[in-house]
Nanobody
C-alpha cells in the first residue's frame, strides 16, 4: 500500500533551519508530483511547496519563497524540504502529500515543527 513517512521535525529557534524528509513507498514515486503542506493550530492546512516528478521545478507559496527549498531523490523515493530562516508563525505540523489520480490522495502522519526561543 502507499505510505508516506515524514521525519526531521523538531524544536528550532527563530532564524534557524530544519530539513524535513518524506520517504515514499507503494507507488511509482518518480512518476508523481509531490507536495509539502503544513497545518498550524486552529488553522486550515496550507500548501507550502511542490515539486515536479523530474525534480526540475519547485513551486512555493509566496511566504516561503527564498527561504524554503523542495527537492527529491527519485532513486531513494524521498522528497525533502529545506527550511531556512524559520519564523515562530511557521510552527505547524508539516505533511507530505501525493495525488495519484485514480488511487486518490495520500498523506503522511506529519512531523511537528516548533519555532520558538
Amino acid at each position: 500500500q502507499i505510505q508516506l513517512v515524514e521525519s526531521g521535525g523538531g524544536l528550532v529557534q527563530p532564524g534557524g533551519s530544519l530539513r524535513l524528509s518524506c520517504a515514499a513507498s507503494g507507488f511509482n514515486f518518480r512518476g508523481y508530483y509531490m507536495d509539502w503542506y503544513r497545518q498550524a493550530p486552529g488553522k486550515e492546512r496550507e500548501l507550502v511547496a511542490g515539486i515536479t516528478s523530474d525534480g526540475v521545478t519547485g513551486n512555493y507559496v509566496d511566504s516561503v519563497k527564498g527561504r524554503f527549498t523542495i527537492s527529491r531523490d527519485n532513486d531513494k523515493n524521498t522528497v525533502y524540504l529545506q527550511m531556512n530562516s524559520l519564523k515562530p508563525e511557521e510552527t505547524a505540523v508539516y505533511y507530505c502529500h501525493v495525488y495519484t489520480g485514480a488511487r486518490g490522495d495520500y498523506w503522511g502522519q506529519g512531523t511537528q515543527v516548533t519555532v520558538s526561543s
